[in-house]
């Protein structure tokens, strides 16, 4: 069901309406008004149907069409103004909370630059962060996200399933897109960096050479290099630590694990080296992640609303 919603009326809604599935979505259109700047530690997509509008960010503020998508992974900070006649889609979820980040979805190329938090890319611009699908993509997602409107409105028997299967979908649809729209590579070049980054996700706890990957990618060590980098943004060793970090976090979520056993159980031979990755990667030291996962399992449902004013959800 779509509705037109002031700023007044988003601010005191919750965004998680159903406690049993880290899940949420609105289908609005925005009118001479817009959404304050603000900040929330969920994964948001954000996709423009129809009309205009401003996108503000840290950075500034760009101007919106149809087929624009924004990804806000992370606490990032954003908004809109100037809206007219605007229609979207929110999609909001807890992507350590719903399965969706499968190995096979973090093995495409353009994973980590779209679904890794902002602050764990560096010099990123409105250019790399602002995705605009093609004609044929926005209706593959049009019916997508109406697919998953329907499953989440009626919650009929398996929804949860159905919304996580969706959900994977439109992930990997605009991973694709990405890679089409962005990428300055030749399909062969695609492909020897899948393998990579299949091994990767297949042996990220094992001690891993850079001339291995090389080797898997078919090219020289320099020639590597410059292609990973060109690609993900990031070298490979980058992508490595960021990986078994990703691991690590999950290995948290699911096992009663310290940090040492953590460190060691995904890669990492030196808990103080694991301890710094960590801090660098997620914002916090591996302790307090514990901790602030402990103090998540004392919490019976999820329950997040938007700011009144400009802050921190």
Known sequence: MQRTKTVKQEAGEKLFRDPTIAFSMDMV?????????????FTEIVVIFNGSGMHCTEH???PVSPGD??????????????????????????????????????ALPSFFPLFVPHAQRRGITEARERLHLSTHDLAHLRALVDSLN????HKEAG??????????????????????????????????????IHYLNQHYHEDIALSHLARLAHLSINQFLRVFQRALDQSPMSYLSHLRVFK???????????????AHAVGFNDSHYFARTFQRVMGMPPRAYLKMLGEEKKQPSIDVV??????RV
Request: net charge positive.
């Open 248 to 262: 690590a976090t999950e290995l948290m979520r699911t096992r009663d694990v310290n940090v040492t056993e953590t």
């Open 306 to 311: 938007l700011p009144k004013a400009a802050g």
């Open 60 to 62: 500034g503020k760009y």
């Open 69 to 106: 998508v924004y990804i806000m992974a992370g606490e990032r900070t954003h908004g809109f103004e100037k809206t007219v006649k605007m229609e979207l889609a929110n999609l909001y979820f807890f992507p350590n909370k719903l399965p969706v980040y499968t190995d096979d979805v973090r």
């Open 159 to 196: 929804y949860h399933s159905a919304i996580v299967s969706k959900l994977t979908l439109v992930i990997v649809l605009l991973c694709r897109a990405y890679e089409k729209v962005h990428r300055a590579s030749t399909p062969a070049t695609s492909r020897r960096l899948g393998a990579v």
């Open 29 to 41: 259109t925005y009118d001479a008004g817009g959404i304050v700047m603000h900040q929330h530690t």
């Open 150 to 153: 329907y499953e989440f409105d």
